[in-house]
């Protein structure tokens, strides 16, 4: 373990590089930067690091990142490891792509697709109501492929889960 000196480490090439890497991977999943720093650390770190060492580290604050390793231990992403010292945890990466990829569908796409179905159905609502034009027959249209989409999310999900293992 990695002993939550009170001297700062600076990061190396290869680690800044990498950590680059997974910010940019959270970019795109509309995560947050801090999320993609810590487990980009985690994963380059040869040794399981607690939260102090990833403040100082990062220099990103505390509560940044307890918020980070939150949403990391939900998603699968990072464990906790065995501490020698006592009550400090210490956090290491799920390498597993698999684990990662099944998490994220869990935790992040699943719910939304659920609370897609109430904006559908006030949808459905809304076309009801309006007059039979042009305009809302777009908007039926536009709705019915809402509707497909939304179906068949809900059968590739659980093979894409399947799949992975989760």
Known sequence: MSGDTDVEIGLSDFESQAIDFFCDGVKLLGLPKSIGEIYGLLFVSQE???????????????????????????????????????????????????????????????PHLESGEGKLANLKEMVK????????????????????WSKRAKVVLPLLQKFLGR
């Not at 684990?99 to 699943?110: A, W």
């Not at 109501?129 to 497909?148: I, K, N, V």
């Open 48 to 110: 399981a690091l607690s939260l102090n060492d990833l403040v100082k580290r990062l220099g990103i604050s505390k509560g940044s990142a307890s918020q980070g390793l939150k949403t990391l231990r939900k998603l699968g992403a990072v464990r906790e490891s065995d501490s020698v010292e006592g009550r400090k945890s210490y956090y290491q990466p799920d390498v597993e792509l698999k684990q990662l990829v099944g998490g994220f569908i869990k935790e992040q796409v699943r």
């Open 129 to 148: 109501e309006m007059p039979g034009d042009a305009r809302s027959d777009f908007y039926a249209g536009r709705l019915q492929r809402l509707g497909q």
